[in-house]
């Protein structure tokens, strides 16, 4: 009874040794199979760094940005504007704040301008106030017509003050210069353009004071110094005579 019991443990441990060696035997050759492909698809090491193609194009180069306050920048597409329409205000005192009331008290949608420069009462001397129409680019309310194109192309600029009667303030005037010049140079609009209220009907607004053609020359004076060069066929003849003062509206 013993020796057959003897006999059957041995048997039994032979074949969980006939096992084991067997299932170790698979796993080191299915293991081997497993993972040769993987270190056959792996790339050699580098040890000079990343490869940079040599035919890669460079990008394009970003345009300049135009010269001026970002605020005088609009956040849409540019309006294809052909006129700037200088204003004054006809009153001694006034901002952008103050016409936006008057404006909508007449049943209109804001103020009609695209700019307003201050003279120091509701707002600073020769401070440019940008107005909700010209972000958006949208058409002004400034300068009626039958045909209304000095308000769907026009750039409507008022300043503040009562110019039949007194002068517009140093920094009023170097304001304006400093924004007309921008305007004629970024929108491509030719010195004769740059016009008074009263050059596009029966006004005497911008006062007898406001030298518009003083305007255009110091604009035009401007543009040359900086290289600035004019597009449109009879601009450069007109830009000449401007200098000369020969050129009056």
């Not at 004054?88 to 007449?106: I, L, Q, Y």
Request: one cysteine or more; proline letters at 8%; aromatic letters at 8%.
């Amino acid at each position: 009874m013993a020796n057959h019991r003897m006999g059957y443990q041995r048997m039994t441990n032979f074949l969980r040794w006939v096992s084991c060696s067997f299932l170790a035997a698979a796993f080191i050759a299915t293991g081997c199979q497993t993972n040769k492909p993987l270190a056959a698809h792996l790339p050699p090491p580098s040890f000079d760094g990343p490869r940079v193609s040599r035919d890669v194009s460079p990008s394009a180069p970003l345009a300049a940005a135009p010269s001026g306050p970002s605020a005088w920048r609009p956040q849409v597409p540019p309006r294809a504007w052909k006129y700037i329409v200088i204003h004054h205000s006809a009153s001694p005192t006034g901002s952008m704040a103050v016409f936006d009331k008057e404006h909508r008290a007449k049943g209109w949608d804001g103020v009609g301008y695209h700019f307003v420069i201050g003279n120091g009462t509701n707002s600073g001397d020769g401070q440019v106030e940008v107005t909700p129409r010209w972000p958006i680019q949208k058409w002004g309310a400034h300068a009626k017509t039958l045909d209304n194109r000095f308000n769907e192309y026009g750039i409507g600029i008022c300043l503040v003050g009562n110019f039949d009667s007194t002068h517009p303030s140093a920094k009023q005037l170097a304001s304006l210069e400093k924004l007309v010049t921008y305007l004629m140079e970024t929108y491509h609009i030719p010195p004769q353009d740059v016009i008074g209220h009263r050059d596009t009907k029966p006004t005497e607004c911008p006062g007898r004071y406001m030298d518009v053609a003083a305007v255009r020359q110091d604009a035009v004076r401007a543009i040359a110094s900086a290289g600035g060069k004019t597009d449109r066929p009879d601009e450069a003849r007109v830009a000449k005579l401007e200098l000369l003062g020969d050129v009056t509206r």
